[in-house]
Structure formats: C-alpha cells, structure tokens
C-alpha cells in the first residue's frame, strides 16, 4: 500500500503522552466508571479525534468514547469496531508514569533509572530476543507502563489518523470503541450497542507482534462466606468456632499442584484465591475460577463445594456458603460462527509482514463479553508484554505492525464485500 509507505505514524508520540495519565481502575468501586480520573483520558482522545476531523467523537457519562470514521467505500460492508481499554491494572500503580525509550536495543537487561533493583532481564523475558536493534519502550522503576492498553489506543488513533488523512484507501464504516475497567472485569457493562452500531470487532489489546487470540478462558468468580462462632477467648473451650480458621482451612485444603496459578499453563484452568477477610465471627474469601472449557468450570465449582462440605463437617454449629457469579464466556463458540473474522485478521497480519499466529488468551478481553452481546471479537496484537508490572515493556516497531495491521484489516473487510 503505497499511502502506508509514505505515512508518518503518530502513535509513539500519542502513546508517551497517554501513559502519563493515571487511568487505574477500582475493584471496589462501585461507580461506573470505577474512577472518575480514568475520563481524564477520555476527554484527551476525544479531543484528539475531533483534531483528526472525527466529528461525532463523544465521551459518555459512564466514561466510554464513541467515534466513527465514515465509510468512503461504494460496496456495501460490515461495519467494523475497533476497542481498547483506557484504564490500567490496580495491581500496579499508574500514577506519575515516565516513559523511557530505549533505542537500538541490543540484549542487555534495562536497569530501570528511579528503581535500580528493578531490572528488566532478558533471562526472565525471553521474548526481548525478538528485540534486537528495536527501541524498547518502559517505566522508570516505580510504576507500569501502561501499554496495557494505551499501547492499542495509540495504535487505534493512528489508524483513524491515516483514515482521515488518505481518503483514496476505501473501507467501510469504522467504530471507535474505548472503554474503562476492563482490568476489573466491568469494561462492557455499560457499552450502548445500539449506539456502537457495529457487526464485527477486534479488540487491540494482545501480546507479542502478529498473535491474534480467539480463544479465552471461561470465567467465574466465587464467594465463601463463612458465619463462625465467637466466644470470649478465656471461656471458649468447647464453644469457639473461628471463621478466620475455618477460612484458612479451606485454602489450605486447595489443589496445590494442579488447579492452581502456579502450576498450570496452556489450557489448564484453575481454583485462585484472591482476597481473605474476616473475624473470629465472620469470614470471607473470594476466589476467580478460569477454564477454557465450560465443563470444567463447573467441575472447579464443585470441587471448591466439596472442600467446603469435608471441612464444614468439622464446625457444626458454624454455617458456610458458596456464591457463584458468572464473569464472562469463551468467545470461541461464537467466533467459529464467523470464520472469516478470523481468516481476515490473518490475511492484514500477512500484509504487515508478519506470520500470523493464532492462540488462546489465558485470560479475557472486552472482546469475551461482546462477543456473546452480539459483536464477534477477537483480539489482535498491541506489543505490550509483562502487563500489570514494573517491568512491563513495549516494542516502537511493534506498535507499528500493530497500527499497519489495523489498516490492512479495514482494507480486507472492503475488498471481500
């Protein structure tokens, strides 16, 4: 595409500029969005896209941005969203972020200027390999980075950026699509799909250059709540019944080498304990349980039931309950229905110049949810890799396929139409 070739990208520029902004999201909150700084962002893009001559460009009261490039096609095609997130993990702070270009990477571990202990190696990130001669972008030491997922947004506004900007290369309809809290599993909850008026997406949001992902875990997350019984510590012999012990019972009684973060990999699900609270009285513990099939998933549910039926046996006069909710499904059952989604994402990541590489997330996107809310969407690569950490890094020339890959994708849906 000769327009793609005398192009000047304006992601890196965007990206150095969106990651500055504090977006973490709240698990606790219970306003939508989680955190009003996370529209902070939102105002930016919209007033950069309204820049780029995006007109409709709007930030809604829950804090998602709608915008859409036109279609400048005479054929009839699907129209086509393209979605990021705009916050960043909890797990990490995002406050005071100061992105460091590293140019001309040569295979050396990135000693981290504000945090001198916190070294980037490349013994514990293989995939830097990869990197030789690219300009590898992180924090300083103190923070994430934020490509999780400023990287795709960045990459997304390029692409509008060219759209605009090269009116010769035809497409159809294009949506726009950036969200909040999609790290605390919220990220669609509000989402007018009316409104959004798209057929198929991708979300932007995947790991190393060329990957597209139309598999993801199925997901629940699970409550204990545990009713114990108190007494005064010096007369409780025969009457105490402590839920803090009852709790700590039921994660130690977990699967240790199986069914278990830390010793599981690929398609293997798992039991996660993620927060422990309580008193001698009353207790809780909530777990998220992950499979990629939905059978399984079930099973997990009865497992932790028997853990909780064994030890209960132990504590009659305590009452224990389990609280299932469902999180989001495996996306794969509905992207099979719409092959091509897939085949058209593998042909713009040809065209880019790489090698596609199809695999499964063990995890989940915004595109989980849409896709069962009646948008088919897959997730396509934005470069980011260690997310959620200090040591999280992005590849310049990564983000680039990724903006190139955008393009073409728009370009393949047009010519199949």
Known sequence: MESLKNYQFTFLNRFLKYVTVDTQSNPHSETQPSTEKQKDLGRILVEELKEIGINDAELDEFGYVYATIPANSGKQVPA?????????????????VKPIVHKNYQGQDLILPDAPDQIIRKS?????????????????GTTLLGADNKAGLAEIMDAANFFINNPEVKHGTIRLLFTPDEEVGRGVDKVNMQKLGADFGYTVDGEARGTIENETFSADSAKIRISGVSAHPGFARGQMESAIKIAAEIVAALPKERLSPESTADKDGFIHPVAINGTVEEATIEFILRDFNDAELQNHERILQAIINEISEGYPKSEINL?????????????????????????????????PKLQSIRGGTDGSRLSFMGLPCPNIFAGEHAFHSKHEWVSVQDMQKAVETIIHLAVVWEENS
Not at 83 to 95: A, F, I, L, R
Not at 324 to 353: C, F, W
């Open 323 to 355: 609280e299932i909710k469902s999180q989001y499904r495996n996306m794969k059952s509905i992207l099979d229905q719409h092959p091509q989604v897939i085949q058209y994402a593998a042909e713009a990541v040809t065209r880019a110049g790489l090698e």
């Open 124 to 140: 514990a990130h293989p995939k830097l390999g990869n990197q030789i001669g690219n300009d590898i972008i992180t924090a300083s």
């Open 80 to 96: 086509i969203c393209f979605c990021s997130h705009m916050d960043t993990s909890p797990d990490c702070s995002g406050q005071n």
